[in-house]
């Protein structure tokens, strides 16, 4: 099995919906990440968790909000999606060399 | 601000060819380094990183990096490419490793096409 795990793999919504997308690991690491993934622009982070009770914004947080419901799971909600959205999202673990593990990817689409 | 930058956005190679991607940061810290390859429809994978220690860093598939503090750069490279290494590949910058203040820069990445 997949040590992270995302859910859907791929969404098709349209504007003004709210969205989900769901991760879990099964690594045991504290910390966990959302990151976006637009061409050409390489990967850039959203939200992140170091602990069930930290939370902290990314360099893109506005629009996007998170959950970390315990340890394995941390959850990207867009409130009222918009087509800028549109993007492959990737959720990551890490452990304390900042080594990141990553989901396979959900491919998002707004219309 | 710390900064990433892959000097490459596409790099054709013949199979069994050499290649070499670059990588740059700006940062004036202690940093650690990663170079991690998206196959086609997959997530990112770690190739290497440095944290410290020998600047040649060997990884899997038969790559390695070499980290130069004076020039700031990484350069990921590859001595016989296969055409499994068709890829994208990126370079990331950990500068700061606090909860209030992290800092992990990816580059834009590098598109590697391997040729029969």
């Known amino acids: 099995d997949a040590d992270v795990t995302q859910t859907p793999r791929n969404r098709i919504t349209k504007t003004g919906k709210r969205i989900m997308l769901e991760c879990s690991q099964t690594?045991?690491?504290?910390?966990m990440y959302w990151y976006r993934q637009d061409p050409g622009l390489g990967l850039r982070l959203i939200y992140y968790?170091?602990?069930?009770?930290?939370?902290n914004k990314g360099e893109i947080s506005d629009g996007y909000s998170v959950s970390r419901q315990a340890q394995a799971k941390f959850s990207l909600s867009l409130e009222s999606a918009i087509p800028n959205q549109t993007a492959l999202y990737f959720c990551?673990?890490?452990?304390?060399?900042?080594?990141?593990?990553f989901g396979p990817g959900t491919r998002l689409t707004v219309l | 601000a710390q900064s990433v930058t892959q000097l490459d956005s596409q790099v054709p190679v013949f199979e069994e060819a050499p290649v070499e991607l670059r990588c740059n940061y700006s940062?004036?810290?202690?940093?650690?380094l990663f170079w991690y390859v998206q196959y086609p429809n997959q997530g990112l994978q770690l190739l290497l990183k440095?944290?410290?220690?020998?600047?040649l860093v060997k990884g899997i598939n038969g790559f390695e990096a070499e980290f130069n503090k004076s020039q700031t750069s990484f350069h990921l490279r590859k001595p016989s490419v296969h055409i499994s290494d068709t890829a994208e590949y990126f370079c990331?910058?950990?500068?700061?490793?606090?909860?209030?203040?992290?800092?992990?820069?990816f580059g834009a990445g590098t598109t590697v096409t391997v040729r029969a």
């Open positions: 690594k045991g690491h504290d910390r």
């Open positions: 990551a673990t890490s452990d304390r060399t900042d080594t990141q593990y």
């Open positions: 968790s170091f602990d069930v009770k930290d939370i």
């Open positions: 940062s004036s810290v202690s940093v650690y």
């Open positions: 990331a910058v950990s500068e700061s490793r606090r909860s209030n203040d992290y800092k992990l820069s």
């Open positions: 440095y944290l410290s220690g020998s600047t």
